[in-house]
């Protein structure tokens, strides 16, 4: 395999002034589009709750999904590193159990895992990386603390919860996560962290400071128009020209336009001249057709 974007790489980006650039994917197309379009990291994130699977929020996601997911982002042997989220609950019981899920993301395909958290998920966090799995963090708004927070909420906006949350970077940033999401704080917030800490931040929702940027494939495609969060800048329709190339499908089914004659097989003209020959006349019996 052609040697891709490895998490020493990413790490070493930081002070580089070149922003990193992540974007999600679910699936070997998601990778493949995500690949040519040169970015740096792939993220495989438990999003897939919300924006392909249907579920609410991205409780409901388990280990099998992320691995089956990964899977088939690692089968499109991307050139980005693909990072994936460790699932709610997947790493919250003790440091064995995230080393075994962790690993089984590996096994997948994943070159690091992602995880939500500060210091209080620093036992586990040291325990992955003492199995050799690079870890990126994430903090600020962690979606998987959606019932703690009283909902999607933006993060640090009081002096103790910033103190905290720059502790939080720091402290994961010396265990030896290779870099740090900072979803959802204020634009000061993460200028703050990102100059406390040695390693890239990545933000989303947290304005320009960070060392690089992140958003969610269907968001920033338009591919998940139902809701559009202050930080998403959608580049594309897709949902709108996937509708509208859909509605002329059925149309041209319904009008007797699809399929023509080039895009239908055909048999040879002698083959043909055959099935359309009158049938030879049965002789009966008694000589009688
Ligand atoms: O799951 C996800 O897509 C994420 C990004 C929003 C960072 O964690």
């Not at 040697?3 to 493949?32: C, I, Q």
């Not at 790493?91 to 958290?117: C, F, M, P, S, T």
């Not at 992955?128 to 906006?157: C, N, R, Y």
């Not at 060392?211 to 809701?227: I, K, M, N």
């Amino acid at each position: 395999m052609a040697p891709g974007v490895t998490a020493p790489a990413v790490r070493a980006r930081k002070g580089s002034g070149e922003p990193l650039v992540m974007v999600t994917a679910y699936d070997a197309p998601g990778a493949r589009i995500a690949d040519s379009a040169g970015v740096d990291l792939i993220l495989v994130g438990d999003s897939l709750a919300m924006v392909v699977l249907g579920y609410g929020d991205t409780l409901s996601v388990t280990v099998a999904d992320m691995e089956h997911h990964t899977a088939a982002v690692a089968r499109a042997q991307p050139r980005p590193m693909v990072i994936t989220d460790m699932p709610w609950l997947s790493y919250h019981l003790n440091a064995e159990d995230a080393v075994r899920n962790a690993a089984r993301l590996i096994r997948a395909g994943a070159q690091a895992v992602k995880l939500e958290g500060g210091r209080k998920r620093l036992p586990m966090i040291e325990a992955i990386l003492d199995a050799e799995i690079p870890v990126m963090g994430h903090i600020g708004l962690t979606p998987q603390s959606l019932h703690m927070m009283g909902g999607f909420k933006v993060q640090g906006k009081e002096r103790d919860a910033v103190e905290a949350l720059v502790a939080d970077g720091r402290a994961l940033a010396d265990a030896g996560c290779f870099a740090l999401v900072l979803e959802g704080v204020p634009d000061t917030v993460a200028a703050m962290i990102t100059d406390a800490v040695p390693i890239p931040t990545i933000g989303i929702g947290a304005g320009p400071s960070c060392d690089g940027q992140v958003l969610v494939f269907h968001d920033l495609l338009g591919l998940e128009d139902r809701v559009m969060p202050k930080f998403v800048r959608r580049y594309a329709s897709l949902k709108a020209d996937a509708v509208a190339a859909l509605a002329a499908f059925a149309s041209d089914v319904r009008g007797h336009r699809f399929p023509n004659s080039e895009e239908s097989y055909h048999l040879s003209g002698e083959v043909a001249r055959q099935l359309s020959a009158p049938p030879e006349p049965v002789i009966g019996l008694y000589g009688r057709a």
